[in-house]
């Protein structure tokens, strides 16, 4: 039951931090958001925020390494993404090359 607690708070935590980010946005002075450097930065601080949700997803399951399937079929879609695959053709891609990693070489 304390879980469920956590859990709650914590959504509940991160809903009013999203709506007070949401809010002050539109508020900063026009100077912070429209000079080139800071434009830069927030498109930086997005690619990384990206990049660090897809490594932890590829890379970890269970507190532990998922294995080598998932990071090849992850591989794929990033090489095909990379060259701006259709979005379709990324996920199926990246499917068939986990399960053949499994099947093939019985990669977990």
Do not use: H, N
């Not at 399951?61 to 053709?89: H, K, T």
């Amino acid at each position: 039951m304390r879980d469920l607690w956590v859990i709650c708070a914590a959504a509940a935590f991160l809903a009013a931090g999203t709506y007070v980010l949401r809010w002050v946005g539109p508020a900063l002075p026009a100077s912070l958001t429209e000079s080139p450097r800071a434009k830069q930065l927030i498109d930086d601080s997005a690619i990384l925020l990206l990049t660090g949700v897809m490594a932890t997803t590829a890379l970890l399951q269970d507190q532990g390494f998922a294995g080598w399937a998932r990071v090849l079929g992850v591989g794929a879609a990033g090489v095909l993404a990379w060259f701006r695959a259709p979005m379709l053709v990324v996920i199926i891609a990246a499917a068939v090359v986990t399960a053949l990693a499994r099947a093939t070489f019985g990669l977990v």
